[in-house]
């Protein structure tokens, strides 16, 4: 499996590895034809909070957190987020770091750039203790050509 440098926390860098996850795959910038513009709230709320995508898009989600507090933006399946929220909620200051994961800083800007080489409904969540729990959620509708 190829491995990608990521700048995680945007103050070291470290190797992640890229693997294939049911709702689709890191992408490659250069293949971005779109920019997804996803603003955070402490309202907890994402703006859009349901976003149609065509199955083989390379998408770059541009986070905007608008609010004082720290959000995240993390795809994946319901399970998986209802999963991993479960897990948040027990050890909150848990550090997860994947490419399919960005945490947005108050008043900060973040690229998570996506691959939906997957058909179906898939999920994104903020799973900060509280957020999720709150209605921090969204979906994303990848469409077949």
């Known amino acids: 499996t190829p491995q990608i440098k990521v700048n995680i926390d945007r103050d070291k860098s470290a190797a992640v ?3 294939q996850k049911p709702w689709g795959i890191a992408g490659d910038p250069r293949a971005v034809r779109r920019t997804i513009q996803v603003r955070m709230t402490d309202n907890m709320r994402f703006t859009p909070s349901k976003i149609d995508v065509t199955l083989g898009e390379t998408v770059r989600f ?4 608008a609010g004082k507090l720290s959000h995240e933006f993390v795809l994946g399946t319901k399970k998986e987020l209802d999963e991993h929220a479960a897990i948040m909620k027990k050890f909150p200051n848990m550090k997860h770091d994947e490419l399919h994961m960005a945490h947005v800083g108050p008043g900060k800007k973040v690229d998570l750039v996506w691959t939906f080489n997957r058909a179906g409904e898939f999920d994104f969540a903020c799973l900060l ?5 709150a209605g921090m959620r969204g979906r994303v509708n990848v469409a077949k050509k």
């Open 62 to 65: 541009l986070l905007v957190n």
């Open 129 to 133: 203790p509280g957020h999720y729990e």
């Open 17 to 19: 590895r890229n693997k």
